[in-house]
């Protein structure tokens, strides 16, 4: 098992303001360090303070081992948000593979009785009916493993023809591959509202998948489909879209709880 430094910084920015009165912890997709949410200081109003989930081998993070096992990950990622929480209400979103880590970080924190997240926004996975990749496909040659990045849109069309960046993210890719496929559903619910979305020509779920989180929610609060594939959310007008919902349930949800 890979056991990565403890060194880094595991939240980005370190500093939040003090004025804001909602936390937003946003989890990157596989390969990425969260360059996917670039441009969401621009969505998000003022008063919910956003940070990026940084795991070990990419960006800040890039001379550190990156995990290849995702119970390891869940842990370091839960211990990592566990120590940073206050009084403030929170909330997770990844997309991909970050949405299962927000919903495993999730079941961690009710395991050890820390405070829940007020929603989690699950975006381009679904507990069922996604196509979980195999441990071999995370050792495809290189050649292969770009075509296949290239098929979903994963990254920019200029990075594949950039061999010094292919150098930085290939490995991180791999590595997240290798824990996507030692992932096991064992059914478990949450015990906060999820609220799901999706491309609606995502080549990597079944139709109808994003309904599997009815049973993993005790408010299940539905999905908004939009135009596009996998990395639909990469469009500027389907991630404002996201943020908006995302933010009107993220109100409603804290409001009721005051």
Known sequence: ????????????????????????????????????????????????????VQLPGREKRLGETAFTEIEPLVEAAYEAIADDLDDRP????????????????????????QPAPVLIGASGWAPEGFSQVTYEQSLMP??????WMRTLGSFPEEVYGNQDLLSMIV?????????VSTYVDDGAATNCPIVAYSGKSDPLMDPGA?????????????????????????????????????????????????
């Open 90 to 113: 929170y909330a997770f979103f990844g997309h991909c593979l970050g949405a299962q880590l927000a919903y495993r970080v999730s079941l961690a924190m009710a395991r050890d009785g």
């Open 171 to 179: 490995p991180a890719l791999r590595a997240d591959l290798a824990v």
């Open 1 to 52: 098992m890979t056991t990565p430094t403890a060194l880094g910084q595991w939240l980005q920015p370190a500093e939040i303001r003090p004025d804001a009165t909602i936390r937003l912890f946003l989890f990157p997709h596989a390969g990425s360090g969260g360059t996917i949410y670039r441009n969401w200081h621009e969505y998000l109003p003022s008063d919910i303070a956003h940070q990026i």
């Open 210 to 258: 994003m309904a599997s989180w009815d049973k993993r929610s005790p408010e299940y609060l539905g999905n908004s489909e939009f135009v596009g594939d996998h990395f639909y959310i990469d469009h500027a007008e389907h991630a404002l879209a996201v943020t908006s919902d995302l933010v009107r349930h993220l109100r409603r949800v804290v409001d009721a709880r005051r």
């Open 142 to 147: 290189e050649p292969e493993l770009v075509t």
